[in-house]
């Protein structure tokens, strides 16, 4: 069977949708608030008598041959884990995550053999958000929304404050109440 093959530059050509060769990620669109930990769930398959050689993660070719490893990007040095191996998991852990790392992230194994070299598409979209909090209503008859920039994909728990004490517990960003002036 022919394969298909798609040159990356002049220089390098990966073996896209090879039978056996794959990379598969789930979710693959994650929302999740700054400073939490983001885990990029992935798994990876290829055809036997290659052995993998090398596996990393990245968000963008570099001006090289190979992508950047994000293993060896500065901005997230002691942030990144990765509890994937060169079997078959290839699974990412981000720790205190910026809005900075909002990006779509790809893994990438090399193998023994020249031809056997792939990445995974179409990859996870990591959005990293900030907490608001909107106030609309009249002059005494308020909601308080507690907004993002994505649908946070874990269904998060909202607890409202008032002066420090617990107000309200519920899976709403809403919370209306009578405010006075001076609440």
């Not at 990591?126 to 649908?151: E, I, M, N, Y």
């Amino acid at each position: 069977s022919g394969l298909n093959v798609i040159p990356l530059c002049d220089c390098v050509a990966v073996v896209l949708g090879q039978d056996g060769w794959s990379v598969t990620y789930t979710p693959q669109s994650i929302c999740t608030l700054k400073r939490s930990t983001a885990e990029l769930t992935c798994s990876y398959t290829y055809p036997s008598g290659y052995t993998v050689t090398t596996t990393l993660w990245f968000t963008e070719w570099g001006t090289g041959k190979e992508p950047k490893n994000l293993g060896q990007d500065p901005e997230y040095a002691g942030r990144l884990e990765y509890h994937g191996d060169k079997k078959k998991d290839c699974t990412l852990r981000i720790t205190d995550l910026r809005e900075s790392d909002s990006a779509t992230y790809r893994f990438r194994f090399i193998t023994d053999q020249t031809a056997g070299r792939y990445f995974g598409n179409p990859g996870v979209t990591l959005s990293v958000t900030g907490l608001q909090v909107k106030v609309t209503g009249g002059h005494q008859d308020k909601t308080l929304t507690c907004s993002t920039t994505c649908t946070l994909t874990d269904n998060p728990t909202y607890i409202w404050y008032k002066n420090g004490h617990k107000v309200k517990e519920n899976t709403s960003s809403l919370y209306s109440d009578y405010f006075s002036d001076a609440d």
